[in-house]
Each structure stands twice: as C-alpha cells, then as structure tokens.
C-alpha cells in the first residue's frame, strides 16, 4: 500500500519498501514551496535553447535566447519557443518581428559562443542590433530574411505557422510561437559517419536559477522492438 501525510510544506511518502520521502509540494497558484527560490523551472530540465534571430518591420536585425523551445514535429517539421512576459518597451522584439513580418531563424547554442548568447539575452531597445552589442557576425540565410549567426553549428530556416495565446500573466503575454522550418543548415565538420556529432557540437542547455549544463557525454540505449503479430 501506498501512503502519506502532508506536513507543512513537504509531503512524507511511505511505500511498500522501509523507505520514507519526503516531498516539498506546493500548488503553483499560491507558489507556496517555502524555498529560497522558486525550483519551478529546475524541475523540467535540461531545456535546449533556441537562439532566436529576426527582422522587424523597419529592417532592425535582433537576437535573443529562449529556453522554452522544442522541436515539436517532423514531416513536415516544426519548432516551437515560448514568449513569456514583456520589456520595458512593450511586447518583446523577437514576438514582434516573428508576428510582423512572419520568419525567423534558430542557431543552435553552444559552449563555444555562451558568452556571446548571454549578451544576446539583455533587455535592449528595438531599435538595437543584438549581433552587434555580442560581437557576432550575421550570415545571409537561404529562403528567409533574419541572418545566421556565423559560428553556430546549426541554423533552422523558419516561417511563422502560428501564435497560442495562453492565459496572459501579471508580466504581459503568455504565447507559444510555432514556426515551420524551411531550410537546414549543419557545418560538415560536425558530422561524422553520416550522424551530426553533438560530442563535437558541444551545445549548451538551460537548467533553473543562472545555471547551464554543457552536453558532454553521450550514451545509447536500442529501443524495444514491437511484437510481431
């Protein structure tokens, strides 16, 4: 049998087993976990980073980090990043451009330019190219407008599919931005034995609080195989 109490913020749990856990649970409308900081974003990690670059309407290039991002399907293949909450000036630039002019282009982040994908991440006018104030250099893309950024180890050419309007936060908008990607770039150098090697990529990865994780080590499990008949 299975069982447990709450007491105060953590909930004992008692198994079949001599083991006794404790939980800290807490509901997330009244954010009462009693830690010193809020674990929420710890608590589904690691986050893959899409290093978003767009264009606005007037031509201003912009670049900046998501960690809520995905690749959500493939066939014809999508990505998807969450914008959450606002800038000084309003909606942030990248939701803007996306929704604007409709394309956008996501350079995988790795250890190699961390420090420049951090400088991308700050809150700036929208009138200010990110490229410059991290000292990147924008690579033409193929069938969209934004640039790459030189450097990175993949890019993925996207057309704007869709915004979800989710239940809006005290901070502004809560939108999860679909995007279907048209075209793939890899560096060669990267690939081996016909497989993009991600030990050479070396790509970061968002965890909770300011902390990252560096993909470093690799293993393989074989998926079971489906019973015949």
């Known amino acids: 049998m299975l069982g447990g109490a709450r007491r105060g913020n953590f909930f004992v749990s008692t198994g079949s087993c001599d083991s006794v856990r404790r939980y800290v649970f807490y509901e997330t409308s009244k954010n009462d976990h009693g830690l010193a900081h809020d674990p929420i974003k710890s608590c589904v990690v690691p986050r893959p980073i899409g290093w978003i670059s767009s264009v606005s309407a007037a031509g201003v290039v912009n670049l900046a980090p998501y960690s809520f991002f995905n690749l959500v399907a493939t066939n014809p293949t999508f990505v998807m990043y969450s914008s959450c909450g606002r800038t000084a000036h309003g909606a942030k630039d990248t939701l803007t451009n996306i929704e604007q002019t409709g394309e956008f282009v996501v350079n995988m982040a790795t250890w190699d330019q961390r420090e420049p994908m951090l400088a991308s991440s700050a809150s700036l006018p929208p009138d200010v190219d ?94 079971p195989r489906r019973p015949i008949g």
Do not use: W
């Open 130 to 223: 990110e490229f410059s104030v991290a000292g990147l250099e924008p690579l033409p893309s193929r069938l969209v407008k934004p640039p790459r950024v030189a450097g990175a180890p993949v890019h993925l050419e996207c057309v704007h599919h869709q915004t979800l309007e989710l239940p809006p936060s005290v901070d502004g908008r809560n939108t999860v931005v679909f995007g279907r990607v048209v075209g793939v770039h890899i560096d060669d150098r990267m690939i081996e034995n016909g497989k993009l090697d991600v030990r050479k990529v070396s790509p970061i990865a968002r965890l909770g609080y300011f902390e990252y994780a560096r993909v470093e080590h690799v293993f393989t499990m074989q998926l």
